[in-house]
């Protein structure tokens, strides 16, 4: 794993020791194993040495492909003054959010309550007993532009509880009050609008987003513009709901963002995949780290793009952002990796950038002024030291049609042999829900086989290292060790990415695990009076509070998708037990959607889902794989009926499912047994005779 801080020496000259962070698992939490400062992970040591001494905790939280977590790890962590001064008056204890969502959800809470902002690095300083009193991002190595100094702060802080504790420790009760959140009871009322309420409803949601729009470049909002999937998912699948006007808004909304954002330098034009986000509103210049979950919540998007716009592009983002997942992002055993860094050889952005002169040694001059032109390079640069990040623009004109494919594959050789950003390699579950459920998806839709092998084999890895023997999950892994209890969004994500593999194969393992997954999830996280799932089980004693976080953030909300994955289990199994708590929960949140509708997309995306009873169209096949080839297409054709498809090979007519039982081919061809709720048509072959409303 490149990135990990090898040991170096004290001032001086003696080998420098391991902190307390080496019994550790995650990339971002080795890197800084040999830093002066001495760092703990969370948990029992570090906390119970706060209160024996009496100290304060400062908490630092970050991740691996964190840009400025580096940089204040470079500027103050790595210097032996500040170090000296923090380990004689502190406990220090560093956390990685990907790993401690929970810690990081809570203690982010207060950060912007402190400041009215948050980010990362996140800095915040604890009492003993785990309440917050101050907090920031990132802090510079010493005072400049009204930032004070990360030292000074640290002497800052350190001065006043010496002098002033009680005041302190009271302003920190009363924040750490404030971070609860006590959602009311939900309405015992089943109000869960239809017809035309629910046309109001998602007219409503089209218009609040319609007035943060940005029209020349797609997005919503100033920049940094991020690719909130989920505004753009609900807007496609709310259609046949929508008015005729409001349709066409949410439409030329998505196009234009899908588009824009697969043009721009926020798409990585030679390798697949999204960076991040984009600095500027254009999605022309990214910040550089590629995280797993921007893959499977984009694919996913674009994926839908495909089905309701039908263009050919959006495939193509989709096949080249799925390769680039098995070709650099899959562990050997089958699992995704988390992400890339933003930085190589300690510049962000040096591996995707180019210059002419670059081009041209790897193309020649040829190709090198075609590849100028079609993918924006200029002379002066468009990103730093006259270098240039790739776009997606129009070829020139008399091109061999070749060129593009040729191209590519020889800047994508080239670049293969710069030195690549540093690879965090640890497993997340969540983060693996997510890419099981894109590849399933693209697997089944595209009828590229090789996606859903892919799925199901991230799907085994998990089943196998991270599942416990007592039926619950852990949430992260690497080298052999799996650490951390999973959260909500492990079990809702993983669900719903087992339920899409479900429909892409038809194999009854993956329904079965979901149902299992859906079991704990309702067991240990719903809350049956609030109808909102807990974000964590509550099992952990050192978190201050149990939240509860409904609203979308950089990825769906996990409430959503536990509400979704109940929602889908009740459509496959008919079983009231998972529509009961799903309609519960919807109806909990219908006051806050009406209220900001721009928080809650997953959320709004499932009132067209929960509104009528769900349509299943199972097609079994001869065990021919091609078989199934003119169902595929008829069933994710824009235009084709709204259902949930799933497909099976071979047929199994023994199976004790009712989607599959007594179901057999017709004249040994692909056939289809559509039902909405427990009403079913006659089979079908031919998708020239499926019933129109």
């Not at 040999?34 to 040591?45: E, F, I, T």
Request: hydrophobic share 40%; charged share 25%; net charge negative.
């Amino acid at each position: 794993m490149s990135g990990i801080q090898q040991p170096g020496n004290t001032e001086d000259g003696r080998p420098r020791p391991a902190n307390h962070l080496a019994g550790e698992i995650s990339p971002y939490l080795l890197q800084h194993l040999y830093n002066p400062l001495d760092w703990y992970p969370w948990g029992d040591a570090a906390l119970a040495r706060s209160r024996e001494l009496d100290r304060p905790i400062f908490l630092s939280i970050g991740y691996s492909s964190c840009h400025w977590c580096h940089v204040m790890e470079r500027e103050s962590f790595e210097n032996e003054l500040v170090a000296a001064f923090l380990n004689q008056h502190f406990v220090s204890i560093k956390v990685d959010r990907e790993e401690r969502p929970d810690l990081d959800d809570l203690y982010m809470s207060a950060v912007q309550k402190m400041t009215g902002s948050g980010g990362w690095p996140m800095t915040v300083f604890l009492t003993p007993d785990l309440q917050p009193f101050y907090g920031g991002t990132y802090f510079p190595p010493s005072s400049r532009h009204g930032r004070p100094g990360f030292l000074d702060l640290a002497r800052g802080i350190e001065q006043a509880w010496r002098e002033r504790r009680s005041e302190i420790e009271e302003t920190a009760q009363q924040l750490s009050e404030a971070l609860k959140l006590d959602l009311p009871e939900a309405p015992e009322e089943d109000v869960l609008p239809t017809g035309t309420a629910l046309t109001e409803l998602m007219d409503e949601g089209v218009r609040a987003y319609a007035s943060e729009f940005e029209p020349e470049w797609g997005g919503f909002g100033p920049a940094p513009k991020f690719p909130r999937t989920d505004d753009l998912r609900w807007m496609l699948e709310a259609q046949p709901w929508l008015s005729d006007h409001q349709a066409e808004s949410a439409r030329s909304m998505v196009d234009h963002t899908l588009i824009n954002m697969a043009a721009g330098g926020m798409y990585d034009q030679i390798g697949g995949g999204f960076a991040r986000y984009s600095v500027d509103e254009k999605w022309w210049v990214p910040h550089f780290e590629k995280m797993l979950y921007d893959q499977g919540t984009l694919i996913t998007t674009y994926l839908d793009g495909w089905r309701h716009l039908a263009k050919p592009r959006y495939a193509e983002v989709v096949r080249q952002s799925c390769d680039y997942l098995l070709r650099e992002r899959q562990d050997p055993g089958g699992a995704f990796w988390a992400a890339t860094d933003a930085d190589s050889e300690g510049v962000e952005g040096k591996f995707f950038a180019w210059t002419p002169g670059q081009l041209t040694e790897a193309l020649g001059e040829e190709q090198a002024a075609y590849a100028a032109v079609r993918y924006g390079v200029t002379k002066e640069g468009t990103f730093e030291h006259g270098s240039s990040v790739l776009r997606d623009l129009e070829a020139p004109a008399d091109t061999p049609a070749t060129w593009k494919e040729e191209v590519r594959a020889k800047l994508y050789a080239v670049r293969a042999k710069r030195i690549p950003p540093g690879n965090d390699d640890k497993i997340l579950t969540a983060w693996n829900g997510l890419a099981i459920d894109a590849l399933a998806q693209a697997g089944r839709i595209l009828g590229e086989a090789r996606y859903t092998e892919a799925a199901q084999d991230a799907a085994n890895f998990l089943l196998q290292e991270l599942r416990q023997s007592d039926g619950g999950w852990k949430r992260s892994w690497r080298t052999g060790r799996a650490r951390h209890r999973a959260v909500l969004e492990d079990y809702a994500y993983l669900c719903r990415g087992l339920l899409a593999l479900f429909q892409g194969t038809g194999d009854e393992c993956w329904l079965t695990t979901a149902i299992e997954l859906g079991e704990v999830m309702l067991r240990v996280f719903w809350d049956q009076p609030s109808g909102v799932f807990f974000d964590t089980d509550g099992q952990d004693p050192t978190v201050l509070h149990r939240l509860q976080s409904p609203w979308d953030g950089a990825t769906p909300s996990p409430n959503a998708v536990a509400i979704e994955s109940l929602l889908l289990l009740h459509a496959f199994t008919l079983n009231e037990s998972w529509r009961t708590p799903a309609r519960r929960g919807l109806n909990a949140m219908l006051s806050s959607i009406r209220r900001t509708p721009r928080a809650f997309a997953a959320t709004l995306r499932l009132l067209t889902f929960a509104s009528e009873d769900p349509c299943v169209a199972v097609v079994v096949g001869n065990g021919n794989p091609t078989s199934l080839d003119h169902w595929r297409d008829f069933l994710h054709n824009p235009g084709a009926p709204r259902t949930l498809p799933v497909f099976r090979v071979q047929a199994n007519p023994n199976s004790s499912l009712g989607l599959f039982a007594n179901r057999k081919t017709v004249g040994n061809q692909a056939t289809l047994y559509f039902c909405k709720g427990a009403q079913c048509h006659a089979p079908l072959t031919d998708p020239a005779d499926f019933p129109r409303a």
